[in-house]
Each structure stands twice: as C-alpha cells, then as structure tokens.
C-alpha cells in the first residue's frame, strides 16, 4: 500500500444536499410546531473522503477497522496494520505479521487509544472479535469461545465463557462495564454478566437470545438508555432487533431488507446508524424509537463490512469489499461542541489525500 500524497487529489468541500425528515406523527398547530421543532439538520448524501484500501479482507466475520480515543484510526491491510493520526495527517505502518502467521483477523485499541495488544494462548483457531472494559481485552474465536484477558498479569487468562458452537464473530461491552453481549455464526446473541463470571468452571450466560435467523456480528449498547442492546442479523436475517438486557425481552424488531454487518448509536442524538451488506451496499440512519427512516446513504460498491466512529461522535469511518475508506458526516456536531474542540474533528484526515 504506497501513501501518495498528491497535492493534485487534495480534497474539497461541495455544498451538500439536505435530506428532508419525514413529518411527525403528532398532530400540531403551526405556532406549536414553530416553537417546539428543532431545526432540520443537514445529512451530506455522500462521503466527505473516499480512499483507497487494497487488499482488504472482504469476509463477513473478521473485524478489521477501530478508532481509538486518541483519534487514531487503525485498518488491517492484508497482513499489515496502518494508522492514520486524524489530528496530525500522519500515517504510518504500525505492524506487519508473517505470513504464515496473517492476515490479521481483528482490531481494537485499548482504552487510552494508544496501544493495540497482542497476545498469544487460549484459542484453538482465529480470532476475530474484540473488545476492552477496562484492563480485560475479551476475544472471541472461531472455536466459539470468548476468553476474558487481564493484560495486566503474565498469565492473563482469567475467565472463559462457553456458549457458543460456532465462531464468536461480535464482542461490545457495555457502558457499565457489567455486561457483555455477544453474537455467533450459530444466528445466537448471549448477555453475560461479570459478577458471575468463574475462571474454574462454565460461566453460565445470563440471557440466550435465539430470534435472528443468521449470523450476528452486528451489536450496539444504547448510549442513553442502559440495558438497551441493538443487534443485527446477516444475510438470511436481515432484522434489527432491540433488547431489555434485564429482562432478555425483545422490545421491537425491524426488518432491514438487506444483510447488517453493523451498528452504531450517535453520541449526541437518539439515532442509530446501521451498515448493510447485500444486496444494496448502503448506510442508513434510522431516528429511534420511531425507527424513521432519516437517511440512505450510498457509494460503496461492495458491501460495508467494518465500521468505526471519531471519538467525538461526529463522523464514522466505513471500509467495504470494494477496497474503499470512506469517511461521513453522517450524525452532525452536536450543540455542545460549540465550545473549542481539538482541530480536524470534523474534517478527518485533511492532510491524507489518498492511499495508494
């Protein structure tokens, strides 16, 4: 993968078109609306950047992009990762591993957005999903287990969950920290809850959720309502589901009309943005509880397997089969944000044109 950064490609701004919300549902006099209705935000119908990304693993399962909190993006190339410094432009190669050893099957910073880890034992075939909660790296295998990792010791394995007959293939904790979900390629999502966790016997999962029909990669703790899980099914499921993770209640179902290979809740407003796969390749921004639809947004010709979002919310990084990296402006600057924020939040990668 060469770094030609051309002046030539340099990226400019276009005026972006708005997409229209559907009206409400309340019926409302006009000086009700005009005093209660926020105004219309603006969603750019295409993305701020697109680059180029060779030799991308176009499989459903791995888990191949992260943003870290220190506003670095991680992408694994093959058997080569790179990282792109949002703030700086920088770029580099962060690591290559063998070739018999590659390629890389998954990604996620640690909790300081400084360090990804590697550690060797506990599965018997690939890995490809993680997740942290704090000083615990949790892995999921394709041998169906989820191995909880304390990297602070010599022997990190300190618990094992068991649940799963086929690959682990989606790994969120979350926002407590108490609960972790995870999805299979056995159409399974379990909730698991550290209180109970054993590292000398089968932890027992605390909720199995059997109604999605495919493979489930797609997860999404609920930033604003907690116990509320969003998952979503592969190709021969196409749902949506949303999850009382109290309970282990389904609380709503949606089907998308296409394979969803992720979930992403907006930082500042109640909305979720989901991922899809065959047949349309699209993003999609749906307003929640309503499940509205705000936004379609199009471009890849592939479809979108990896996603990640800027710590400030704002924009979302997607990576398709089509060997793209695309960057949108999908959720807005929230009204918070009015005060000073770090340069280039907004406009990711100013000084990286293209790659390749």
Same mark, same amino acid.
């Given at each position: 993968?060469?770094?030609?950064?051309?002046?030539?490609?340099?990226?400019?701004?276009?005026?972006?078109?708005?997409?229209?919300?559907?009206?409400?549902?309340?019926?409302?006099?006009?000086?009700?609306?005009? +005093?209660?209705?926020?105004?219309?935000?603006?969603?750019?119908? *295409?993305?701020?950047?697109?680059?180029?990304?060779?030799?991308?693993?176009?499989?459903?399962?791995?888990?191949?992009?992260?943003?870290?909190?220190?506003?670095?993006?991680?992408?694994?190339?093959?058997?080569?990762?790179?990282? =792109?410094?949002?703030?700086?432009?920088?770029?580099?190669?962060?690591?290559?591993?063998? !070739?018999?050893?590659?390629?890389? @099957?998954?990604?996620?910073?640690?909790?300081?957005?400084?360090?990804?880890?590697?550690? #060797?034992?506990?599965?018997?075939?690939?890995?490809?999903?993680?997740?942290?909660?704090?000083?615990?790296?949790?892995?999921?295998?394709?041998?169906?287990?989820?191995?909880?990792? /304390?990297?602070?010791?010599? &022997?990190?394995?300190?618990?094992?969950?068991?649940?799963?007959?086929? !690959?682990?293939?989606?790994?969120? =904790?979350?926002?407590?920290?108490?609960?972790?979900?995870?999805?299979?390629? /056995?159409?399974?999502?379990?909730?698991?809850?550290?209180?109970?966790?054993?590292?000398?016997? @089968? *932890?027992?999962?605390?909720?199995?959720?059997?109604?999605? *029909?495919?493979?489930?990669?797609?997860?999404? =703790?609920?930033?604003?309502?907690?116990?509320?899980?969003?998952?979503?099914?592969?190709?021969?499921?196409?749902?949506? #589901?949303? =999850?009382? @993770?109290?309970?282990?209640?389904?609380?709503?179902?949606?089907?998308?009309?296409?394979?969803?290979?992720?979930?992403?809740?907006? #930082?500042?407003?109640?909305?979720?943005?989901?991922?899809?796969?065959? *047949?349309?390749?699209?993003?999609?921004?749906? +307003?929640?509880? &309503?499940?509205?639809?705000?936004?379609?947004?199009?471009?890849?010709?592939?479809?979108?397997?990896?996603?990640?979002?800027?710590?400030?919310?704002?924009?979302?990084?997607?990576?398709?089969? /089509?060997?793209?990296?695309?960057?949108?402006?999908?959720?807005?600057?929230?009204?918070?944000?009015? +005060?000073?924020?770090?340069?280039?939040?907004?406009?990711?990668?100013?000084?990286?044109?293209?790659?390749?």
């Amino acid at each position: 993968m060469n770094l030609n950064l051309t002046p030539i490609l340099a990226f400019r701004n276009k005026p972006q078109a708005p997409v229209e919300l559907l009206p409400s549902d309340h019926s409302t006099s006009l000086h009700e609306q005009t +005093k209660s209705v926020k105004p219309r935000r603006y969603i750019p119908q *295409t993305s701020e950047r697109t680059l180029d990304a060779p030799d991308i693993v176009d499989d459903f399962y791995p888990n191949l992009l992260d943003w870290g909190s220190a506003n670095v993006l991680a992408i694994a190339l093959g058997h080569t990762v790179y990282q =792109w410094d949002a703030s700086s432009g920088s770029t580099s190669e962060l690591v290559t591993i063998e !070739e018999e050893k590659g390629p890389v @099957t998954s990604i996620n910073w640690a909790p300081d957005g400084r360090h990804l880890r590697t550690l #060797k034992g506990g599965h018997q075939s690939r890995v490809g999903s993680m997740a942290w909660n704090n000083h615990i790296r949790t892995t999921g295998g394709m041998d169906g287990q989820i191995i909880n990792n /304390d990297v602070r010791i010599r &022997s990190p394995i300190v618990e094992t969950y068991r649940g799963h007959t086929q !690959e682990v293939c989606g790994l969120k =904790w979350s926002g407590s920290g108490q609960q972790l979900a995870s999805g299979g390629n /056995d159409n399974v999502v379990h909730i698991w809850d550290r209180s109970v966790a054993s590292s000398n016997s @089968t *932890t027992q999962w605390l909720h199995r959720l059997e109604e999605h *029909t495919s493979a489930v990669k797609a997860l999404a =703790w609920c930033p604003f309502q907690a116990n509320l899980l969003a998952t979503g099914g592969g190709g021969g499921d196409r749902m949506i #589901k949303f =999850w009382n @993770t109290h309970t282990g209640a389904c609380l709503n179902s949606m089907d998308t009309g296409s394979q969803v290979c992720s979930l992403l809740w907006s #930082k500042n407003e109640r909305e979720l943005l989901s991922y899809h796969g065959f *047949t349309q390749n699209q993003l999609t921004l749906w +307003k929640y509880p &309503s499940m509205v639809k705000m936004a379609e947004l199009t471009g890849h010709t592939s479809r979108v397997l990896y996603m990640a979002q800027s710590p400030d919310g704002c924009t979302v990084a997607s990576a398709a089969g /089509d060997e793209t990296l695309r960057f949108w402006n999908v959720f807005g600057v929230p009204e918070t944000a009015k +005060k000073p924020a770090p340069k280039a939040a907004s406009e990711p990668f100013s000084n990286v044109n293209r790659i390749r």
